[in-house]
């Protein structure tokens, strides 16, 4: 099978390593070198399964990009970035960004993590079954949500391991340091507020009150998914 990917960099050198390496692999590429046209490609060629957005672009910002990407369709974002700080990885995931990779790109992880957001995309295979929790289905691979309304709402990689993990552990707390290890990163600090950030997302998106929230805080302790 091939799995049509959206490249959207400047960088032409770097396209052409990137189409070198894949090129008998199972990803095929369409390029946007500006970003001008990437909206416009997402919304008439619906092959394309994943991004790959750089975040400095000519003719637009790569992070409203990838949000944009995010808001009218169910690709996988990558963003690539030169830079590495922990404020920079948060606000692409808070943008929608399924991955982050700093550049340099190693072309290598670049593949692997293709593949691995593939497969929880579930563009591998073809499953119906959902964990459920409550009022709460959740897929435990291809990033769908349904809540009790019977809405179902798209989850962004980061945001479907928190909450898979939280559903695991339902009525216990789940540190922010062990959360932060389910979405990859091994440097979390007590100020990292990746998890937060990915926490807020999902109450959004589960529809929670002020007066009754699903994932509940507990102080100290990290977050929890209150008994149903």
Known sequence: MTIQVLLVEDDSLLVRRIQSHFNNS???????????NALDIVRTNHEIKLAV??????????????????????????VLSSRDSQADRILGLAQ??????????????????LKALAKRLNLYQNS???????????????RTLIVSNGEEIRLTEAEHKVLISLIGNAGKPTS???????????????????????????????????EQK?????????????LG
């Open 128 to 142: 119906d079954e959902y964990i459920e929790y409550s009022d709460i289905k959740v897929h435990p691979e291809h």
């Open 96 to 113: 929608g960004a399924d991955d982050y990779i700093c550049k340099p790109v190693d072309l290598l992880e670049l593949e692997l993590r």
């Open 214 to 226: 699903r994932i509940v805080t507990v102080r100290g302790k990290g977050y929890m998914i209150a």
């Open 176 to 210: 922010r340091e062990k959360l932060s290890e389910e979405i990859g990163q091994s440097d979390w600090s007590p100020s990292d507020r990746t998890v937060d950030v990915l926490v807020g997302r999902l109450r959004k998106k589960l529809g929670d009150e002020k």
């Open 26 to 36: 199972e990803f095929s590429f369409i390029v946007d070198e500006t970003g001008a």
């Open 53 to 78: 957005v750089d975040i400095v672009l000519p003719s637009v910002d790569g992070l409203v990009l990838a949000k944009e990407i995010n808001l009218i369709s169910d690709i996988g974002v990558v």
